[in-house]
């Protein structure tokens, strides 16, 4: 079982920056591929950005490409989403993610409970 507890949430004007971390425990995240989610008000929950175990391959959903950084700790069991130039549209709850493969649908083993993310016009 893995834990993931999600932190750095909200409100920020457009422009500005943000940036989320997802605490692991439970075991050591160096197993898995960790990804960000997240789910606006009336939408369906998407793909925002995911790493590989090792850290040495990313993947970002074309509307933050350019915008957001995922990274990642093994030694501290934490991953974070770096998140500039916010705008409107990046408003939701922006979930963290755990699974064994390299994917962008929801199918992920493990959920954080996610973190509110508001970006005022």
């Known amino acids: 079982q893995v834990q993931l507890v999600e932190s750095g949430g909200g409100l920020v004007q457009a422009g500005g920056s943000l940036r989320l971390a997802c605490a692991a425990s439970?075991?050591?995240?160096?197993?898995?591929?960790m990804g960000w989610f997240r789910q606006a008000p009336d939408k369906e929950r998407e793909f925002v950005a995911a790493?590989?175990?090792?850290?040495?391959?990313?993947a970002y959903a074309d509307s933050v490409k350019g915008r957001f950084t995922i990274s990642r700790d093994n030694a501290k069991n934490m991953v974070y989403l770096q998140m500039n130039s916010l705008k409107p549209e990046d408003t939701a709850v922006y979930y963290c993610?755990?699974?064994?493969?390299?994917?962008?649908?929801?199918?992920?083993?493990?959920w954080g409970q996610g973190t509110q993310v508001t970006v005022s016009s």
């Open positions: 993610a755990a699974d064994r493969n390299m994917r962008r649908d929801i199918n992920y083993d493990y």
């Open positions: 439970g075991r050591t995240l160096s197993s898995y591929v």
């Open positions: 790493t590989s175990w090792g850290g040495g391959r990313t």
